[in-house]
T-cell receptor
């Protein structure tokens, strides 16, 4: 079974609308990373969360880690075509502190005009 | 910011040949690099952890004789796919962990290498 579940698997959103992507684990997430990937390209770092209840924002993207550190959400406000891509959450579930990340299943975001 | 370079970005080879993919940290030293494999429309699967000066640690189910990893210096790790077959065709991505971890963005990914085995 997948240790990190992302939902939804795909998302089609009209430009200007808000959206949320979730990342859930049955294990404690000692370091939760959000990345964006264009198909066939590398990963672009978005944000990292470590503390329960932590929330970070960058431009129109906000990421949160719940108090129990088992779920994270990525929220995009007023989506734009540039937000289209694959969003991946990755987490250190071992607590070895070596950044050995397990990745979620990914969410493919499409923005329609 | 930290940059990780992968080369080649694309490679096509004949079945039975070996292919080497390089992962370089351009402006920082990395004692640890990770190699991932990504199938079409799938997530990243960790293959192995590459440690400078020591043997790589492979994940369960990954053949170490098939995927040779060498981390010869603090800025370079190589993945060699030996005797490649069509089922080895995939997108391979590396990431590097800086020796000096002072910022939140401690793990940097390369742009990936797409291997096609004919």
């Amino acid at each position: 079974s997948q240790e990190l579940e992302q939902s939804p698997q795909s998302l089609i959103v009209q430009e200007g609308k808000n959206l949320t992507i979730n990342c859930t684990s049955s294990k404690t997430l000692y370091g939760l990373y959000w990345y964006k990937q264009k198909y066939g390209e590398g990963l672009i770092f978005l944000m990292m969360l470590q503390k329960g209840g932590e929330e970070k924002s960058h431009e129109k993207i906000t990421a949160k880690l719940d108090e129990k550190k088992q779920q994270s959400s990525l929220h995009i406000t007023a989506s734009q075509p540039s937000h289209a891509g694959i969003y991946l959450c990755g987490a250190d579930i071992s607590n070895f502190g070596n950044e050995k990340l397990t990745f979620g299943t990914g969410t493919r975001l499409t923005i329609i005009p | 910011g930290a940059v990780v370079s992968q080369h080649p970005s694309r490679v096509i080879c004949k079945s039975g040949t070996s292919v080497k993919i390089e992962c370089r940290s351009l402006d920082f030293q990395a004692t640890t690099m990770f190699w991932y494999r990504q199938f079409p429309k799938k997530s990243l699967m960790l293959m192995a952890t590459s440690n400078e000066g020591s043997k790589a640690t492979y994940e369960q189910g990954v053949e170490k004789d098939k995927f040779l990893i060498n981390h010869a210096s603090l800025t370079l790790s190589t993945l060699t796919v030996t005797s490649a077959h069509p089922e080895d065709s995939s997108f391979y991505i590396c990431s590097a962990l800086p020796l000096s971890r002072t910022g939140a963005n401690v793990l940097t990914f390369g742009a990936g290498s797409r291997l096609t085995v004919l």
